[in-house]
């Protein structure tokens, strides 16, 4: 059930945090038990998180493949009826992505809770698997990848371009979990503080579900005009309007007075959601999105929470129903959110150290590794 | 349509801030509109808030008459066919009890956001309506007390005794509210920060909707033990366990080791809040209560808000709605909740200066002043 | 406070269910109170509700003046201070429309519920305000129109035109009060129960929140290019595909073959209530929309409720931050949702009786009254 | 892994409906695979369904043992290391219940929509599982009855007897789920239609829930008898009581003149559900719970719906989850909510048509199977 494989393969390896990633040869696993996979890497994605990690600013095991959005052709399969988590045939040579995270389907959290996203034995390709013994490849950048049976794997059908899938990469699922939580309604106004990744999901999203009007808090220039280019009526550039009270009476005076109805902090700074608080109206929404890292604790003050009667909101990574949502959204909507075009630099696996040094300096759209480019 | 008024009456007047209040006199009003009453006060609650007023923590308006958890008779009606709240015809002697807060019904909190709780011109006797002129009698330290036409007035039924009424006080309204926003379901788990009023009146509330089990921190011994008569299943004493780890495993242990599904804080320092937010499980609700005061902030980490996928919600004060609730609860389960035991201690007008030093240094069940006794 | 008045105006009446409307002449108001107003009628639409009334078909009050989707400019006012319902001063000459349903703001459902829209004493001005006594000015269909000091008039922005209100009508605000029970999320699928005015509007939302795919059944033709104009991805005309099953059929193709997720209907006739339930993948949400009559019962069996977990909802009427929503989604997206492009005949009051008929033989798009023209 | 377990057992086999069940031995598997188990059956509930089921009226595949509701303690296990559903270790001897429904954990309804109550693929043991073949033992009506490693078994704890288990029996469970999906709140009026199992149920969990008043309409007499030990505040006898105008002045009598804020159906005729819409208040909340059967339609209004502005809501059968709650419930609350008390009447396995007879004329109270008494 295979397509002619070769022995081993290329992987750029995360060996020591601060170390330039070293290129290693991996042997491919021999036997795929049924439901396992091994996809050929088409496109792996330069997540931000890979930088941080990079830095060390996670615990996580080494030796580790980075690499977490991923898409790739199916090169051999453990059993020939696999299907995709939809139910539908995978076949050697479709096309996939898949989600990063393994949940243990028995723990609290995955069955009293219904809250997966927060398994107890949670792993995540790309982060919590080291590549230290077979089956080694299981990470985005390298030219194959293993698939264990549990891993939820979407087949990705003809009209939706690789590039939508790891130009929105793990962001958007991000941002679809988040929007899940919120509940927000057509016709509030929605302020998004941060430009970045997830907030141009998050301001996609808010679009498409009528958001009005829809602002967003960020830089630099470049990115607020991607922005606008996707839907936001009123960008404020935190580099032009440095002082918080004057942003704070640009926002109130787009809505109503009072403040948004509900504000998605996707900056990843926690004075952000200091200066979040004051932005939302009372009885409003405030979506705690961009602290996927812990960028330790600012002093917020619990009163506002009772005064202005807000609730704050959190959610965590994703699941597979978010993804099934992000990629027909991606497929029929990506004319007016064009996240295709965000990809802006590709590197091969001999260049993933300049490709880490290009995310972290902020000098890219999104770049992705080619791995068999 | 009045029993014979006198010409004036004797108030407890707060002219300085950390000053003693004064007994002066004021006359009542010769005139009513319709709906307008008068009341001559049976029992006057003093509250927590009081002493924190009469600090000056707040910016309010001098002279005034605190006071706002009050019962009395009907002395004067402007109109024979004044009604009460929910409709039923009021008399001359009839007792009743009121809502503090009086709103505009017309800015966007009231109108657009049905949040009038927030509303942006609200008026609270005993808080922001000062005594200086006429119809002065605006607090429940006196002997009589006013209430304008827009006042929510409660007719007290004869099987709620005033005890029960000032003895809960606004620490059950204010509960109510909090867990209307809660939406707290049975056979949830669910932990009391906080002993006090707020803390025991919450308990109250957890423990008529099913919360199972009911866990609370707090103290001293004697609160912590009135819990355990309203039906706390583990109380956790916070002068014996000082350790925040210990506190946290005990929690932990009471709940299947994952946390609470639901967390009240009812204590009003910003710490307790860093503390709560570890005690609740992922995926649970946090209710900020306590912090109708403004404590200041605490050191807060959002990436908790994020990774535990919590909901932080808040509630401000009540609406008339939440007493109906609150009275009918008082009037049908008191067996079980004793509110009306709580009253330790009465003072005449005279002393109401030795009753807030009682009441701050926590010498007190619920302290009430008897204007008339 | 008032442009030079007309002592009378003209108005059209109906006398008897099934009878021709007669033009007569009421005296204008000579005082108005404080917040009262009088309005020289600009637009009054023909509601479908409007031939239902004039056939009988509820019980209302007679003689009555119809119309309750108005605009018009303020020619009187009882106090140079009044406001509009959203805070903004009111002036002579100034364009506003208005709810039609005024509220009590005393019984249980106005303080209590929370549910003003059940107001136990609702007035609504076209339908339960008989004109046999002054002020008589209680209906769209007259030169000028009285208001209440307790009605929630709207002043309407000046890039807003009355073509666009009355173009969407009654219909637009009843389906922002859907659609806020519903709670629909974006990349919901949902399906439209008819192509009438309650339909367009439902659709039109439905757009506007992020419906994918979003279909509607109903007919004829051109209400359904119409609808595909409003962006439906999928209509099916019912004068085409006659047989339920093969509609069945077309919706579960269209949405994964398990039914839609919301499905709305806005038909009026209890038969399509049966079939859509079938129409609602399980576990999906049903909005009674399209009942404000009562068009009698059908078979509808109850073990679809329990074995499909359907939530039906439903939501009668409008309140007035309904309009605020419904006036603010006009006036930014008319370019998308051209509600003013609806309005296909205009008559003036001698011509009411063609008017009705008109609508009632479903020869026009909207029908407007135009009392002034 | 196993006690000495017999050859053979006897089982009590559905070979036609409405023919007397016979009894049949049938050989235990050999061989378990990891997390199968055999369970020496303790108690097998006869459930009202099964009356039905042997009446025909579902299709259901036969040979079938019938039972699902049982009781009983691990006779052996596939591995040594098999957890119950919560992740605790099972021995040989323990006592467990279990789920009857086994979902298949792939198709939509079980990934995508997360309702596994729907499951495409459900299979329900006593229901949907013949026993024609090998491992045959799949119902409670037997000594011994096979468990699939997909099973949710709970271990039951020492202090929790099996007679409240099976007394509660799967009415306890379909009303966890039921009240899951009514997020009713404390303090809320609770009207109950029907005092059978599934009524009482929810009559149980309204209390606990802090239902005020709680009503319950049913018969016959010792049935509301039981209601009233269990904490309704009100029963109606549907016998002495036949004019429904007569029990709906008594409804709204009992509830502030409006009716209830939450109707709850446990009866399983759609008339009760005519009746029923119009015992809610308006705004009300409406389940249906008691049509776990197909008894067909009745002339429903949809008007009501609408003007009413209900929320009728519907659950279907149960999940593990709610097993955990239920079971926890039984462990902690029995004294209050005496369900182990319910049964009245034991049969051997000879004796199960008996056992059906009474049953189906409503002799009983719980009726059990003793298999191996």
């Not at 679809?176 to 919120?182: A, D, I, S, Y």
């Not at 109805?261 to 932005?279: R, S, T, Y």
């Not at 929470?305 to 909101?313: A, F, G, P, S, Y």
């Amino acid at each position: 059930m295979s397509t002619s494989l070769p022995a081993s393969c290329s992987c750029a390896v995360m060996t020591g945090f601060n170390q330039p990633l070293e290129t290693r040869s991996f042997p491919l696993p021999r036997e795929l038990k049924p439901g396992e996979l091994i996809i050929k890497v088409e496109l792996a994605g330069v997540c931000g998180t890979d930088v941080h990690l990079h830095k060390g600013e996670l615990k996580i095991p080494l030796p580790l493949i980075l690499g977490h959005e991923t898409t790739g052709r199916v090169a051999a399969m453990g059993a020939s009826d696999t299907k995709d988590w939809l139910g539908r045939p995978l076949a050697i040579g479709d096309r996939v992505s898949f989600t990063v995270g393994r949940t243990c389907k028995t723990c609290r959290y995955c069955r009293v809770y219904r809250l997966p996203s927060r398994c107890l034995n949670r792993k995540a390709y790309g982060v919590s698997t080291p590549c230290g013994e077979a089956p080694h490849l299981l990470g985005g950048y390298g030219q194959y990848h293993f698939l264990y049976a549990d891993t939820a794997v979407f087949r990705l059908p003809d009209d939706l371009p690789s590039e939508a899938v790891v130009g929105a990469g793990c962001s958007l699922v991000t941002a679809v979990h988040g929007f899940e939580k919120l509940q927000m309604q057509w016709a509030e106004s929605v302020l998004i503080q941060g430009s970045g990744p997830v907030g141009l999901a998050s301001l996609a999203i808010a679009k498409e579900a009528g958001a009005r009007p829809l602002i967003v808090i960020g830089g630099p220039r470049d990115r607020l005009e991607r922005c606008q280019r996707f839907g936001a009526d009123l960008t404020i550039d935190i580099d032009e309007v440095r002082d918080p009270a004057v942003r704070r009476k640009m926002v109130l005076d787009a809505t109503g007075g009072l403040g948004a109805d509900v504000v998605v902090e996707c900056v990843g700074h926690p004075q952000a959601v200091v200066e979040g608080w004051e932005l939302a109206r009372d009885g409003g929404k405030y979506l705690v999105l961009g602290h996927y890292g812990d960028a330790g604790p600012a002093m917020l003050n619990p009163h506002l929470i009772t005064r202005k009667e807000l609730t704050v909101l959190g959610a965590w990574g994703s699941e597979p129903q978010h993804w099934t949502i992000a990629l027909e959204f991606l497929r029929t909507r990506r004319s007016d959110y064009p996240f295709h075009e965000l990809i802006t630099h590709r590197f091969s696996i001999g260049q993933v150290n300049e490709a880490l040094q290009a995310v972290a300096s902020w000098q890219t759209g999104k770049a992705v590794i080619v791995p068999n480019g």
